[in-house]
């Protein structure tokens, strides 16, 4: 894996550690409205995605056939936040509320899995070679499973701003 995948990866997630570390677990988990999520649900659902990522990721790995797809400009999609993607089941967030601390320690093991799972992959070629189908953005090449976490996780510290903003107008 590339230094600038692995520098994204570390910078979006100390980004987004920046942003909730300091939140009461009050703030934490307060509803806008009830169709939105709280920031609490947000980054649940950010340790989900890179739980299933993983998976689909391994998944990918096994297959013999190499379905080499076209490379899609994952970033134009993901960062443009005027389409709304809707989450599948398998990645939605608990309801239940959340302790700060307990998401933070729930994002660094989600992380370390993530970096231990890469770690074990020897030839790191094959992660352009072959790839599997994304809920959101269809058939995708491996590496670019891995490009879409930190992208993805951008895209929601940029709603996890726009909910701290309009709840602190609020107040």
Known sequence: MNNLINDNLYKTRN????????LSDDQFN??????SWTIAQVCHHLVLVEESSIKAIAWG???????????KK???ILLDRTKKI???KIVEPDVKPFEVQQIIDLLNESRKKLMTFLSTIEDKSVLAEKSVKHPALGELPLDQWIEQIYLHEQRHI?????IKLLLDARQ
């Open 74 to 76: 994952v970033d134009l």
């Open 15 to 22: 980004d987004l550690i920046k942003e909730i570390a300091l």
């Open 86 to 88: 809707k989450a599948p």
């Open 30 to 35: 307060s509803k806008l409205d009830i169709n």
């Open 158 to 162: 940029e709603q996890i701003k726009e």
């Open 61 to 71: 790995l096994k297959e013999i056939e190499s379905t080499q797809n076209e490379r």
